[in-house]
Every structure is written in C-alpha cells, then in structure tokens.
C-alpha cells in the first residue's frame, strides 16, 4: 500500500514524428500503359503541394526544394540549423535542432517539447534552458508502507495547516502472524509521506499520540475481511481537525457484506462506528463514499443494497444519514420501523435511511458531496450512469436534471462526483458506448442545475473545449479498458482524473489525465499513454510488470497531485 506525488508538472516522456506517406503502385504489364496515362492525367489536373519542389504552397510553412551542399545549402534539411525541414515545418523547438531564428534563441533542443526525464541533463520545453534530471524530478515522492499478501490504498485526503497536516489514506491490510483476517486500514502520514514504522510486522503505531504520523486497523466483527472505501476529514463546530470519516464493507461471519461506517479522532484512534446489523446472508450492503454532513455534525454513506430489491442478486442505491455519533437512532434500528423491517428504509430523529432504484435492475452509489444541505451522488442505474440529488429529509429534490441517467448502447458507470468552483458539478467515470466499444475514461460536466450538453450521444462526448459549464468528455482509446475512479477540480479550474488502463503496456497501470475547465487535454494516445502541453494539459502513465491501479487522485496545497 502507498502512493505517488508528483510535481505540479510531472516528470513525463512523449515523442512525435510525422511519416511521409508512401504510396506503392504495384503494376502488371498488362495494365502499366493505363496506369500511366492516369499519372499523367494526375499531374496535369491535380494541384496538390509538393513538399520538396522548392514552392511554399497549401499548407506548407515553408520549403527550400531539395538540399544540396553545393547548390542549394539552404535546402530542406533535418539536421542543419534553421533550414526548412523536409516535412516543410520551420525550425522549431522539439526539433532535435538548436537554432537561432526565434527569440529568444534556443540554447538546447532534446528532440521534444517537455521536461523529460531520460538522460543526465534535459532541455526546458522553451529550448532557451537545460535542466538537471535530478532537480527536474525531485519533487516526486513514491512511498510504500508494509509488504505483506496485500495491502491497497483506496482514497487519499490531505489535512492542511496544523499538527495534523499531511496526508491521509485509507484501504486495506492483511494481518500479520498468519492469520486470513483483512482490516479496513488508515495511514496517517506527514507532508513529506512519511509515517511511523509499520514495517516492521506492525500494524499500527501512534495510535493516540501523533496527529502527523500514526496507522491504525479496525474491524467490524472479530473474524472478518474488512476494506475502507473513501476518507474524508472531519471538522467540529469551530472549523478544526477533528479527524476523518471513512466508509468501506465488512464482511459478516455468514460471509455476506454489510456497509461500515468509521469515525477516528485526529490521532487515529476510533470515535464511533456502525455496520448493518442485518441478520443472514441475503440481505446484504456494501458502503462506498462517506462525507460529514456539516462542521461538528453527522455523515452520510452511501452504497447499495440488497433490502429493497426484494432479489439476493439485484441491488438499489442505499442513502444513509447518521447523527454525530455515528447512530441512526432507535426508531431505525428497532421495532417495526426499523430498516431491516420497512426494505431498507427508515426515518429517524434527524436521521434516516432511503432505498433509490428499480425492481428488475442493479443499482448503486458509488460517490456523494454535499451541496448546501443536500446530497450529490453518482453511481449506476442499471447500466446507466446515475446524477441523483437528495434533500436532508431523503426526497429526491425537484428538477428534471436531478434523477437523469446518462446512457448509451452498453454500460456507463458514475465512479466519483466532486462539487466545482461554479455551483456545478463533475462526475468521472467510465463508458463502452462509443468508439471501439471498449471501457474509456468519461468526464461529466454539469452546471449548477445539473444540466449538460446531451449530443454526447453522438460519439461520447460534446462542448469539449467550449463550455466549462457545461461538457462531456470521453477520453477516446481505440485499444485496451481504461476505467476512471476518481477526479479532482484543480486550481486552474481544470480537472485531474485517474485510474487504470491496460493500454499502453502488457499489464494493468495507473493513468493520470489532466484537463482544462473545458475538459480539454493533450494527445496521450500518441504518446503511449504520456504527454505534456504545460501545467494545464498533461497525462502520464506509472507502473510496472504487474497489476497497478490508481483508486484516488487530490491536487496538494503546493499544486502537485497525490
């Protein structure tokens, strides 16, 4: 379990060439005379431009006809300084060449216009400066904590200012001396990554002193695989760190999942706790995304559930307000009103439970924020992705646009939802309508009413690099299964994305994208899987031989991504 920061411009590798076409005529005897007269029918009526004939013509920028050194020394050449080029591109950086045309005059040029990382020294993405590889990458952090069967980090938050700053990260942890139990694990560690030493066969350690360094397992039954889904800081009612909340699944004894909420202090140690009590194997829950609801005040998870389907294989979205005790209250809990009497759903002191969905289809929710008093989730309707707004009472607020589904021809999944500068709202996830009809990251926009742009249906995607308010983007891969799990409005007001992707490698790889507010980025494709054009359009991809997969993505306070 760990996880990797990197500088606001990452260290990235992305090389471009542009191929002559070649066109290969292959004649028989029988049909050369044909063929000829055709060529020169062609060369008398066409008009296309001939890169090389020494004319600037169509789209060329420039051409010095063919290079000799003693004839023509300024011809097209690729490696002299300042000719024309022989695809007919001027001198520029990313050429390969230093040249003096422009000004400032390029003092370096490495063969591409990004800050890379392949040899000692490297050339800035101006061509006016070299940089040391080991300045450029200093600010990457790669931190691994423990080595045991398995370890995954699931949701990262970082605490700012105080004690406690750093960051905070989620998951699961195998136990140590053998035993087959898996703990819903939290990791707290300082601004530089670092934690107390957890590998050790520990796992955990300052829990109740350190706010900056401390791990710590919890469980909800005594034998049982717990995993944490989502973290997030928790405020009292001044404003200060009071710890964080954390949402995953326990399962029960019967083997059968039940949703599991967990509120620690800010030194690691548990303040309140709830699992679903159901009793059986059939009526079974899985919690994804815990928030507070307000300053000082209770959570809400949300998740899925088996309750109100009335089926043990088709689920509805589960919604669940607790006080600031981690407690839906009696009334929820006991007697006939209970939500494991009424199919999932109750109403308490300030509390409640609701049940959102169809009868005959699968439904889930995957990620809510608070919006004023409200929640905003996204998840799955059926093979939908899912936008559902609910007040503080449980009733499906007002609108068309606050229960919509968006859909194509296959399946669409809502993954997470974060609330942007503008009042709207973004929402990544992943689809396999479009395209090659394989999994590619998709990207939401919605403006404050929920409302977007719905020719998207079209080829996935519309208003990309016009509307901030309103856009959807998919993130077109022809080959491999890319899956988006997570998205962070970033300072500029562009959006940071990752998940996994097999595309660009024998195995399963984390995929960073980073977009404009327009949703707007470089061409990674290309780039197999990596590219940079400035601090507001970049992708990368990390990992090796073996599986690698990235579950949560924060900007920090210094402008790089965690």
Not at 187 to 197: A, E, F, I, L, M
Not at 251 to 262: E, T
Not at 533 to 540: C, E, Q, R
């Amino acid at each position: 379990m760990g996880f990797q920061k990197t500088l606001n411009i990452p260290c990235l590798h992305y090389y471009s060439s542009i191929d002559n076409l070649r066109v290969w005529f292959v004649l028989s005897k029988k049909v050369f005379l044909a063929a000829f007269f055709v060529l020169v029918l062609f060369s008398v009526f066409a008009s296309a431009q001939i890169c090389g004939d020494g004319t600037k013509s169509g789209t060329e920028q420039c051409d010095g006809g063919i290079y000799d050194a003693n004839t023509n020394p300024n011809g097209n050449h690729d490696v002299l300084p300042n000719n024309c080029r022989t695809n007919c591109l001027l001198p520029h950086c990313g050429d390969g060449v230093v040249d003096n045309l422009n000004t400032p005059a390029e003092v370096c040029d490495d063969g591409n216009i990004i800050n890379e990382n392949s040899g000692q020294t490297t050339c800035n993405d101006l061509c006016t400066a070299t940089i040391s590889v080991a300045g450029l990458c200093s600010g990457i952090v790669d931190k691994k904590w423990f080595d045991n069967d398995f370890e995954d980090g699931k949701s990262v938050v970082e605490v700012v200012g105080g004690a406690g700053a750093g960051f905070a990260v989620a998951g699961r942890h195998k136990a140590s001396g053998g035993s087959n139990n898996v703990d819903l694990w939290l990791v707290k560690t300082d601004p530089n990554g670092d934690t107390c030493p957890i590998d050790s066969g520990l796992e955990t350690c300052n829990v109740g002193g350190s706010q900056s360094q401390f791990a710590n397992t919890f469980s909800a039954y005594v034998t049982s695989n717990d995993v944490g889904e989502s973290i997030r800081q928790t405020f009292n009612a001044g404003g200060a760190h009071s710890g964080f909340v954390m949402a995953g699944t326990a399962w029960s004894p019967s083997n059968s999942p039940r949703l599991f909420l967990q509120k620690t202090t800010e030194t690691g140690s548990s303040s309140c706790a709830f699992y679903d009590i159901a009793v059986g194997g059939t009526l079974a829950s899985v919690g994804n995304s815990a928030v507070q609801i307000a300053n000082g005040g209770g959570f809400a998870v949300v998740g899925k559930t088996l309750y109100g389907a009335g089926s043990a294989s088709i689920s509805d979205l589960w919604l669940l307000k607790f006080d600031s005790a981690c407690s839906l209250g009696a009334s929820c809990t006991s007697g006939a009103a209970a939500y494991t009497n009424n199919n999932g759903s109750c109403t308490g002191a300030g509390t409640f439970t609701r049940v959102f969905g169809g009868f005959d289809e699968t439904d889930e929710g995957k990620d809510l924020v608070m919006s004023g008093t409200d929640f905003v989730i996204t998840g799955t309707k059926g093979s939908d992705l899912w936008l559902l707004r609910v007040d503080t009472s449980g009733t499906i607020v007002a609108g068309a646009n606050w229960n919509q589904s968006f859909s194509g021809a296959n399946t669409e999944v809502g993954e997470a939802i974060d609330k942007t500068t503008d009042g709207g709202f973004v929402i990544a996830g992943f689809t396999n309508s479009f395209g090659a009809a394989n999994n590619d990251f998709w990207l939401i926009k919605v403006d404050s009413a929920g409302a977007t742009c719905s020719n998207f249906t079209v080829d996935g995607s519309c208003n990309v690099g016009v509307n901030p308010s309103q856009f959807v983007r998919r993130f077109d891969v022809p080959l491999g299964n890319d899956l988006a799990y997570s998205v962070d409005q970033t300072s500029d007001e562009g959006y940071i994305i990752v998940g996994s992707t097999n595309s660009f490698g024998s195995s399963r790889d984390v995929l960073v994208i980073k977009t404009t507010d327009k949703g707007e980025t470089c061409d990674f494709v290309a780039g197999g899987g990596k590219c940079f054009l400035g601090t507001d359009k970049f992708a990368n991809v990390f990992g090796g031989q073996f599986v690698d997969e990235g579950y949560s993505v924060v900007q920090a306070s210094d402008g790089g991504y965690v």
